[in-house]
């Protein structure tokens, strides 16, 4: 049976309104199934939000757990605190390997332009971070080693300074450098070059294009105002 493409992004806005999220996934995969590497930025952005928004409820509520356990009051409920958190963690990570599948088998494999392939790949890099946010032992170093080799893949493709893909992998990948890898000089250098670079470059572009970058401009600024002062109080020129 054909698929009508137009009808399922239109559902999968639709879900999106309803908040049924897992139904919003499901729509695009079908239209994954029929255009792969070739949805264009706004389909690959209505990807976007449907994958964050599928698991983002999740990836509060173990913060919020976590949180809670900190907390000694609470403590003689700790065990099943702990059984709470690991039924979410484990519908987190199956969430994840769902998404990162479906962009492996349905757009990796079919051909893509160098931008959709760093957008899918990067895509790839984020979810097993999302994973590791609360993975131990084994599993922790398998999603830390994809991820690493995914984000590292998607940096070896080569996109303007200020594409907002380029922009946003070099924010993704610091970030994951910080956060989970605890390599601080490393997420530090990634994230100051890439700031640098599309600097040189930011007078050449566009109004819509400058407003897409400026934005991840700010929070590459951000993130490395508060690395640098955490590490030697250095400042960072307004833009």
């Keep these: 049976m054909s698929i009508n493409v137009e009808e399922k992004i239109f559902l999968a806005r639709v879900a999106e309104q309803a908040e049924r999220f897992e139904d919003m996934v499901d729509f695009l995969e079908e239209v994954l199934e029929v255009k792969g590497g070739e949805v264009n930025p706004d ?10 928004n599928l698991i983002s409820s999740k990836r509060a509520a173990c913060r919020t757990i976590s949180a809670i ?11 099943a605190l702990l059984q709470y958190k690991a039924q979410i ?29 760093a957008f899918f790949v990067k ?8 994973i590791a946010e609360n993975a131990k032992d084994q599993l922790l170093e398998d999603v830390k080693n994809k991820a690493k080799a ?5 940096n070896a493709i080569e996109l303007p300074a ?16 910080y956060e989970v890898l605890k390599d601080h000089k490393t997420a530090c250098e990634l994230a100051d070059n890439a700031l640098q670079s599309a600097l040189d470059k930011i ?31 250095n400042q960072i020129d307004d833009l």
């Design 162 to 177: 200020c594409n907002p893909i380029k922009l946003g992998l070099a924010l993704n990948f610091s970030v994951f450098n």
């Design 89 to 117: 963690e484990s519908q987190l990570q199956a969430d994840c390997q769902k998404i990162i599948d479906m962009i492996n088998t349905r757009v990796l494999r079919t051909n893509c332009t160098d931008e959709a392939r």
């Design 203 to 233: 007078d050449e572009l566009e109004e819509d294009d400058f407003r897409d970058a400026k934005s991840i401009i700010e929070l590459l600024k951000e993130n490395l105002t508060l690395w640098k002062e955490e590490e030697d109080d």
């Design 123 to 130: 895509m790839v890099g984020d979810y097993y971070r999302y």
């Design 150 to 154: 995914a984000y590292e893949e998607a």
């Design 43 to 52: 389909e690959r952005n209505l990807l976007s939000v449907a994958f964050k």
């Design 69 to 79: 356990e900190q907390n000694p009051k609470y403590s003689k409920f700790n065990s």
